[in-house]
């Protein structure tokens, strides 16, 4: 499957989540996985889907004004502030997509260490699971390793992680790598690696493709949802 690496772009929280949300619902070549990965206009916090927003409040530094979004993937509390922030879309039918949400969110994040290690950072996945952790509420994403997040194996520090939606379209997976955690990375190098990774586990290469024509009034419309205080409390 071709893997389309889509140009970078930078947003607000609330559209860089309707623009991922809308390249698993709206892009035109279904045989075609994409790829991108996107800046922040201002310090942004971005929170899963299921998360209460009283909860995620209190979890935000105290004093400072954040751009914040509720995601429509799952997991925990992420600080944009410092990491590079990416998303892939796979549609349905793919092999990768039928698997289950750990072998999938696995197999993104070996690609991930492995871009990683190529360029000199001692990572590790985390193989096991924490029996005292498990089946807890997703918290602060980088406070808590689960199991398969990408680790730095010097210090134990949470590198990288990962939420996953899918749906009748296909798999879309939000990925955060905390920069700080990772030490000095040649990050447009790390860029060439990582989609290299990708479209070899997809079983492809990896194709620069343009911005899709996504519709202007579906854009704006889910942009103005979830700046909601409907979807940021999402009852």
């Not at 709206?26 to 299921?50: D, E, I, K, M, V």
């Not at 927003?53 to 004004?65: C, D, I, K, M, T």
């Not at 808590?144 to 730095?152: A, S």
């Amino acid at each position: 499957m071709t893997l389309h690496l889509l140009p970078t772009r930078t947003g607000n929280a609330a559209e860089n989540m309707a623009l991922d949300f809308l390249l698993l619902q709206r892009y035109p070549q279904a045989q075609a996985a994409r790829f991108r990965h996107y800046g922040w206009r201002a310090p942004a916090f971005t929170f899963g889907l299921s998360q209460p927003l009283e909860f995620v409040r209190a979890q935000l530094p105290a004093g400072e004004h954040f751009d914040l979004c509720r995601r429509p993937t799952g997991g925990g509390v992420v600080d944009h502030r410092e990491d590079w922030t990416y998303a892939l879309i796979i549609p349905r039918g793919h092999p990768l997509e039928a698997e289950r949400a750990t072998q999938s969110y696995r197999t993104v994040h070996a690609c991930l260490a492995e871009a990683l290690r190529a360029l000199g950072s001692p990572v590790v996945l985390k193989e096991r699971r924490d029996e005292e952790t498990a089946g807890a509420a997703p918290g602060v994403c980088f406070q808590r390793p689960e199991i398969f997040d990408v680790l730095n194996e010097s210090t134990g520090a949470k590198i990288a992680g990962a939420a996953q939606k899918r749906n009748k379209n296909g798999l879309l997976l939000q990925g955060s790598i905390w920069k700080p955690a990772a030490g000095p990375v040649d990050w447009e190098a790390f860029a060439e690696k990582f989609s290299a990774s990708l479209a070899k586990a997809l079983g492809d290469e990896p194709v620069p493709a343009p911005w899709p024509e996504l519709a202007d009034g579906e854009v704006e419309a889910l942009i103005e949802q979830y700046s909601s205080p409907e979807w940021m409390e999402y009852r």
